[in-house]
């Protein structure tokens, strides 16, 4: 099947610093990823949509000059946490549609803010 | 807004059958689905099933949906170790076009 990688898998930055992660379809081509977060025993919040080419849509509440998306290729989409804080500190999943509208999901990276 | 609840955890046999409930709110939900999620692994899709079915059978995996009750179950059937695992429920109006909106995961706990 599809498969979707995600870099870093785990990340430590200090509070103030930035922190860009990576999310790749190997396989496939992606015009559409999304941008999750999840909270431990918490469900997945949709963050954003991520388009090739164009900019990002950000669900309501998801501050979009906090968390830039850039979709420059049809293979990856990068999140970037600016100013961390530790209330930033999440597990952060991406997904990638693919042409058959499947979404096939990454395995997360973990951002801890110190 | 919308919203997907699922119990946290369910505890069964080896060997038993296991039910994983959920109930959504959007009635405009056209998606249902079922996703797998291993430690360190992405999420699986297991199934999913449009709101105009009742059920879908998948091998061991059978899907129930009730949409008058906005009621959805998954049934494993002689359920293995190897499905320890947190199961969400999700929805969706659009199929894979939209983000999905998830439960918050059901922990499947396997006693030998």
């Known amino acids: 099947g599809a498969v979707v990688s995600q870099h870093p898998s785990w990340v430590i930055c200090k509070s103030g610093t930035s922190v860009k992660i990576e999310c790749r379809s190997l396989d496939f081509q992606a015009t559409t990823m999304f941008w999750y977060r999840q909270f431990p025993k918490q469900s997945l919040m949709l963050m954003a949509t991520?388009?090739?080419?164009?900019?990002?849509?950000?669900e309501q509440g998801v501050e979009k000059d906090k968390f830039l998306i850039n979709h420059a290729s049809l293979t990856l989409s990068t999140l970037t946490v600016t100013s961390a804080h530790p209330e930033d500190s999440s597990f952060y999943i991406c997904s990638a549609r693919d042409q058959a509208y499947e979404q096939y999901f990454g395995p997360g990276t973990r951002l801890t803010v110190t | 807004g919308e919203d997907v609840e699922q119990s946290l955890f369910l505890s069964v046999r080896e060997g038993d059958s296991s039910v994983i409930n959920c109930t959504y709110t959007?009635?405009?939900?056209?998606?249902l689905y079922w996703y797998k999620q291993e430690p360190g692994a992405g999420l699986q899709l297991l199934t999913y099933i449009f709101s105009n079915m009742d059920m879908k059978q998948d091998q061991r995996l059978t899907v129930l949906l009730n949409k008058k009750d906005k009621h959805l179950s998954l049934r494993i059937a002689d359920t293995q170790t190897g499905d320890s695992a947190i199961y969400f429920c999700?929805?969706?109006?659009?199929?894979?076009?939209?983000?999905?909106?998830f439960g918050k995961g059901t922990h499947l706990i396997i006693q030998p």
């Open positions: 999700a929805e969706s109006m659009r199929g894979g076009a939209d983000g999905l909106t």
């Open positions: 959007d009635s405009s939900s056209t998606y």
């Open positions: 991520s388009n090739e080419g164009s900019k990002a849509t950000y």
